[in-house]
């Protein structure tokens, strides 16, 4: 069973960092590509970023390039994001998720392509 665990959400003031983690377990993941994906009250979850595990290939929201960055420990099985810069409308819950394979950038920026999911950590930027 894929159990995925995030970490390291809170208040944090504008132009400030927070760095979330996601331990992952169940599986061996060198074949698996690993999400961030976020949702604010009343919209839609988005893609923020994602990695591949084997290959750490990674891929970035337009919103979120050059301030976050996506980050993978093979020892520890865990996933990171860094983020800095933060904005106010970076506020939202934060999940990580994970599906077998890779594929085209399009194709994992889709949150349906994704069958696990943590349970979320909620960052709140204030202005």
């Known amino acids: 069973q894929v159990q995925l665990v995030e970490s390291g959400g809170g208040l944090v003031q504008a132009g400030g960092s927070l760095r979330l983690s996601c331990a992952a377990s169940g599986r061996t993941f060198s074949s698996y590509t690993m999400g961030w994906f976020r949702q604010s009250p009343g919209k839609e979850r988005e893609f923020v970023a994602s990695i591949t595990w084997s290959s750490g290939n990674t891929d970035y929201a337009d919103s979120v390039k050059g301030r976050f960055t996506i980050s993978r420990d093979n020892a520890e099985n865990t996933v990171y994001l860094q983020m800095n810069s933060l904005k106010p409308d970076d506020t939202a819950v934060y999940y990580c998720?994970?599906?077998?394979?890779?594929?085209?950038?399009?194709?994992?920026?889709?949150?349906?392509?994704?069958?696990?999911w943590g349970q979320g950590t909620q960052v709140t930027v204030s202005s």
């Open positions: 998720a994970t599906r077998s394979g890779s594929g085209s950038p399009w194709y994992q920026r889709q949150p349906s392509n994704y069958p696990y």
